[in-house]
């Protein structure tokens, strides 16, 4: 009888143990998940910023000033635009004409 007793308290002390640890480790992850979260809060609200941020840099009026100053850019007038004009290959000419060459 007092093996079946000392076995029974050794199984009960080994099962709370086990459940001790267990506990610990659900505490630990709890933290862990918590802290993640918090930090993916964090860098979602930094990627808004910059995505505003990436808006504000980019509007017509801001482009087209630093276009102007720093790259001494100007804006296209028919006075300066040049228009060039992409003459065909001569065998697309012959198969136009109907295939006899000049």
């Known amino acids: 009888m007092t093996r ?3 076995v029974l308290l050794v199984a009960v002390l080994a099962s709370a143990l086990y459940l001790v640890q267990s ?9 862990e998940i ?3 979260t918090s930090e993916a809060r964090k860098l979602e609200i ?5 995505q505003v941020e990436k808006r504000g840099q980019a ?3 801001r ?5 102007k100053e720093q790259l001494q850019m100007r804006t296209a007038t028919p006075a300066i635009t040049q228009y060039a004009t992409l003459k065909p290959p001569a ?3 012959a198969s136009q004409t109907g295939g006899a060459t000049p």
């Not at 506990?23 to 933290?31: G, I, V």
């Not at 930094?46 to 910059?50: D, Q, T």
């Open 91 to 93: 065998s697309a000419q």
């Open 4 to 6: 079946l007793n000392l």
């Open 59 to 61: 509007t017509p009026l």
């Open 63 to 67: 482009v087209e000033k630093i276009a």
């Open 23 to 31: 506990q610990y480790e659900s505490r630990r992850l709890f933290t």
């Open 34 to 36: 918590d802290r993640a």
């Open 46 to 50: 930094e990627h808004e910023r910059l």
